[in-house]
């Protein structure tokens, strides 16, 4: 495909100058337009290396103003960086509303010059690519605007300008090895390129090829096609909530409510219960495995993503305290989730939880989820129905990203039954060590108990899967709730052990 582009294609400096201008004004009033809207924008800088990717940064930004972007160079990982799944370091840069994040290399790194080098093992290929689909369907969907630039020469050009940076001792730094490698290799990489563009040139993020042979050339089409794209944002943010309200209005829940009318949690038998002597015995002998285990995690480098939901007062912080209590607290966390602040909701709703994500043997146990998505925020009505319909792939595929980069996932759903959950409350309020636990939000939540039910029970059959399946726990006995949740961490780190 590349090699049919024409990259003779030029422009006169003072005709560029002069649309570069008109164009800057036009680009910068744009910015804040979008800042206004809460539109985030991504604009990712690819293509043959020497073909100019930083020259062309540096144009299009002198339209902007400073305070409203980031610029990232993607470097190979670095060691930090490899601990934690390939995606960890560009979700955790992803902008806030009305921010611009502009990369210099992006993502695609992964299956262009880390795969060129061999960094890339080829069996992870085609992950990667499935992991970038969903990396920018996620964020498109969700209002970011991804403008995706892969600047093209030939390979006479690219030698070209690789021998006059060398001759300079200003600028040889810039040229190493695998540089003139990739030049020396340069078919091979170019169908690299061509496999990449044809793999994720998406509706809702596509390719623009720059023929970057003239710079000129290349700064006018580049400013050109940012202006464009920004503008057809701001036309769709003004439609975009009430379009998407009205789609959801046809997707009716019927089907849903006839499949499941006896659903997950109506099958829990909550009638399961432990002696003090059962409890004290399987409690001691599972911590001092868990104690063990933690160990060989951290020597093979095994992170651990333990999640828990379940009804208030079901006895999450017990059963988290029991897991942890033996645990070297220098290789684990605990992240308590609460209502997103001012600065999270500016973000994509998985974005706070992909940075708390764990590095290579250690083990994050988050206390409540991004589950609230299907949950919390569905009831509440925090996001719209056509934010929470589309979660449960998003989230699946979130938990499918993560295991493929080595993680262990768990997902721990609390059920106790309305009765129970009325005992505990009032023995908070009556207990004055434990008023702090009792919120008038408890009981307004408890009061929507059959909503959430119904919420719970298709969260559980459409986000348990193989790699990351949901392990009810019957938690009307904290003794038995708390040893069961021992003994399934226990079993599925002894698993993995043994597939290593």
Known sequence: ????????????????????EKMGVELSHLQRECKAANIPIMIAFEGIGASGKGVQINKLIQALDPRGFDVYTVNRETEEEKMRPFLWRFWSKTPETGRIAIFDRSWYRRVLGDRFEGLTPK???????ADIRSFEKQLTDDGTVIIKLFLYISKKEQEKRFKKLSENK??????????????????????????MLEQT??????????????????????MNIVIHRLQEALVK?????????????????????????IGVLSGVDLSKNLSEKEYKQQLDKLQKKVEIL??????????????????????????????????????????????????????????????????????????????????????????????????????NEM????????????????????????????????????????????????????????????????????????TVVEANSKQYARVKVLETVVEAIEKRLKEK
């Not at 495909?1 to 570069?20: I, N, T």
């Not at 990739?182 to 061509?194: H, I, Q, T, V």
């Not at 509706?203 to 003239?214: K, M, N």
Request: hydrophobic share 35%; aromatic share 14%.
């Open 294 to 395: 933690h160990s060989e995690l951290y020597r093979r480098r095994i992170p651990v993503i333990l999640a828990f939901e379940g009804w208030d007062a079901a006895g999450k912080g017990g059963a988290i305290r029991r897991l942890t209590s033996k645990l070297d607290p220098r290789g684990y966390a605990v992240c308590p989730t609460s209502a997103a602040n001012d600065i999270e909701r500016k973000h994509h709703y998985l974005w706070r939880f992909w940075n708390k994500m764990p590095k290579a043997g250690h083990i994050a146990i988050f206390d409540r989820t991004w589950y609230g998505r299907v949950m919390v925020e569905r009831i509440e009505g925090f996001c719209s129905t056509a934010e929470w319909k589309r979660a449960y792939q998003e989230i």
């Open 123 to 129: 069996k992870q290929i085609p992950f990667a690519f």
């Open 170 to 195: 200003e600028t040889a730094w810039r040229v190493k090895k695998e540089d003139w490698d990739r030049n020396k290799e340069y078919k091979e990489y170019l169908s690299l390129c061509d496999e």
């Open 201 to 222: 040139d998406f509706e809702f993020a596509p390719w623009t090829i720059v023929e970057a042979t003239d710079k000129e050339y290349a700064a006018v089409k580049i």
């Open 1 to 20: 495909m590349l090699e049919k582009v024409d990259l003779s294609k030029k422009l006169k400096k003072e005709e560029a100058k002069a649309k570069l």
């Open 399 to 470: 938990e499918e990203h993560l295991v493929n980069s080595g993680a262990i996932i768990l997902k721990f759903w609390m059920q106790i039954d309305k009765e129970e959950q009325e005992r505990r409350f009032k023995d908070r309020m009556e207990t004055p060590e434990k008023q702090w636990k009792i919120t008038d939000e408890d009981w307004r939540n408890r009061a929507k108990w059959d909503e959430y039910e119904k919420a719970v029970d298709e969260m559980l059959v459409r986000t348990s899967t193989t790699y990351a399946p949901w």
């Open 237 to 261: 943010k003004k439609h975009r909530d009430e379009i998407e309200e009205q789609i959801a209005k046809f997707k009716t829940e019927e089907s849903f409510e006839k499949t499941y009318q």
